[in-house]
Every structure is written in structure tokens, then in C-alpha cells.
């Protein structure tokens, strides 16, 4: 089995195992879980503690409805206090990548007329993931689990409905490999793509180091917009790089999860994934 291969299996199995563990919690013991994975508990615990970095029964724990306001208390991330180049991406990043740049405001505005994106779907830890990009890095990043591919492919192609799209897997597949974790070595540039407002926003959920989380009024207050949570609320959601842009990190203030535009399953998922990798 060649490595690509082994970690699109490796993908599989974690994603049915969180959805397994997510759905019944305490219920899923160790023996259960390696049964429906059609492994001894012994060769799925060392899989999933490998890429989990923590047992299952741990990451059980993770996935409890009240992880997230465990999180805010615990690793609540205030953006005001981040770097003083602050929001000029200068700051901390995300692991995963090494720059970024963003279309002018003049190129948002033609809808991606004359660009041209490449899209192919690939394994994740969170489900079938739609990954799309241009020569300049990533631009979108879906996930299918909850609403499907035919609508996260439409969802995705309707943010740039002026723009050329083209299958190429193989030019985007390192690109998505170092985005789930698989190949850091191999760091996945990004190209940010929509209006001026909406990525300040991004540019401060970028901020939130990996592992803790901020709140929508946090960073309305980082951005200079302190009245305008509804409007970061709504460029939250319109995030298109899903988890390197890290929009799963903004919670309400109340410790809620609040939205999350792929689905609040695979929202608890990858903050779970993020806590226990910062754990390990």
C-alpha cells in the first residue's frame, strides 16, 4: 500500500471512528469501536492514538457538548493582545502554512472572471473533502459529510461563479496532504478571496492559535469594528478555507458553539482533533 493510499485508509477509519464516538459517546467502548472498524482493540487503539495523539477514550472527552465552554474558559484567546503587527498576517499563522496573499478588492469584484481553479475531492479526518485552489495556493475548502458533495461542490463554485473550473487532484494533493496534517513538511500557501471586510475577519481568526478559541465580539473589538458582531458573524460564516482559516475556533460568549457553515458535527470534530493534538 503506497503512502497516499495508506493515509486516505488511515482517513477513513478515523472519520467513521469520530463519527461513531460522536454519536455515542460513552456507550462506544474501546471493544466496540475496534469490532466496527474490523480491527483488535490493540491495532486500533495504537492507529487512533497515533493520529489522534491521545486514546480514544480521551478523545471521547473531547468530543462531550461541554468541551467547548471548557475551551473558552480555559484557552480563551484574546486577539486584542496578539502580536502588534496584529492583523497584517504577520502574526502567528496556522501550522499548516507557510503565506498567504489576497485577491484586491477589484478582482472580488469581477466574481473570479479569468481566474482559473482547480478542485479535486480527497479524504480527511472529518469526512470527503472538496479542496479547490489556483497556481497562487488554496482558496476553498469544503466539507461534505453533513450536506453532501453535490452541494458543497455547488456551495464552493457559487463564491466565484465567473471563474474556469478544472478536476486536478494531482496538483492540489500535497497541498490538501499538509492542510489534514499528513505532510507538514509540504506547507499549503493560500489565496484568500473576498471582499475587504471579509478578510479582516480572516486575517484575525488566523490569529487563534491552534488548540484555543476567541469570541465573534473579540474579534469584531481586533478588527476596529466593536458594534459590528452580526456583520463578523456572517464573514465568519462566509470563511471559504475551512479549517486552515480557521472559523471553527470563533465561539459565542456564552460558550455555545454557535454555526458552523459545514455542519455543528464536524465543527465539535475538529476542535476536538485541535485539542487533543495540542494535549499530546
Known amino acids: 500500500m503506497n503512502v497516499q493510499t495508506d493515509q486516505g485508509y488511515h482517513y477513513h477509519v478515523m472519520r467513521r471512528a469520530i463519527e461513531l464516538i460522536d454519536a455515542n ?11 466496527a472498524m474490523n480491527m483488535s482493540p490493540a491495532h486500533f ?9 491521545v486514546s480514544p477514550k480521551r478523545f471521547q472527552q473531547y468530543l462531550t457538548l461541554g468541551h467547548a465552554k471548557a475551551l473558552l474558559a480555559e484557552r480563551f484567546t484574546t486577539l486584542a493582545a496578539a502580536d502588534g503587527a496584529g492583523l497584517s498576517g504577520a502574526g ?6 507557510l503565506r498567504w496573499e489576497a485577491m484586491s478588492p477589484g478582482e472580488f469584484a469581477r466574481k473570479g472572471e479569468g481566474l482559473s481553479i482547480r478542485w479535486g475531492w480527497f479524504d480527511s479526518p472529518f469526512g470527503p473533502s472538496l479542496v479547490m485552489g489556483t497556481e497562487r495556493g488554496i482558496c476553498g475548502i469544503g466539507f461534505a459529510s453533513e450536506a453532501g458533495e453535490g452541494a458543497t461542490m455547488a456551495d464552493l463554485r457559487a463564491r466565484w461563479p ?21 505532510d507538514a513538511g509540504n506547507p499549503a500557501p493560500l489565496y484568500l478571496i473576498g471582499a475587504p471586510f471579509q478578510i479582516k475577519v480572516w486575517e484575525a481568526l488566523m490569529q487563534i492559535p491552534s488548540g484555543h478559541v ?31 482559516i480557521p472559523c471553527h475556533r470563533a465561539l459565542r460568549k456564552s460558550g455555545g458553539l454557535g454555526g458552523y457553515h459545514w ?13 487533543a493534538r495540542a494535549d499530546a
Not at 92 to 97: A, C, E, K, N, V
Not at 162 to 182: H, N, Q, V
Not at 217 to 234: D, L, M
Not at 263 to 275: F, H, M, Y
Open 92 to 97: 502567528r499563522l496556522h501550522d499548516l502554512f
Open 214 to 244: 476567541t469570541t465573534y465580539s473579540e474579534i469584531a473589538e481586533a478588527i476596529g469594528r466593536p458594534r459590528a458582531v452580526r456583520a463578523v458573524g456572517t464573514a465568519v460564516g462566509r470563511n471559504p478555507i475551512s479549517l486552515l
Open 25 to 35: 459517546g460513552a456507550d462506544m467502548t474501546l471493544d466496540r469501536l475496534a469490532r
Open 162 to 182: 465567473r471563474a474556469e473550473f478544472r478536476e486536478d487532484a494531482d496538483m492540489l494533493r500535497p497541498w490538501a496532504l499538509a492542510a489534514f496534517g499528513a
Open 45 to 53: 487503539q495504537r492507529l487512533f492514538s497515533a493520529w489522534a495523539g
Open 263 to 275: 455542519g455543528l458535527p464536524v465543527k465539535r470534530s475538529i476542535l476536538a482533533w485541535e485539542s
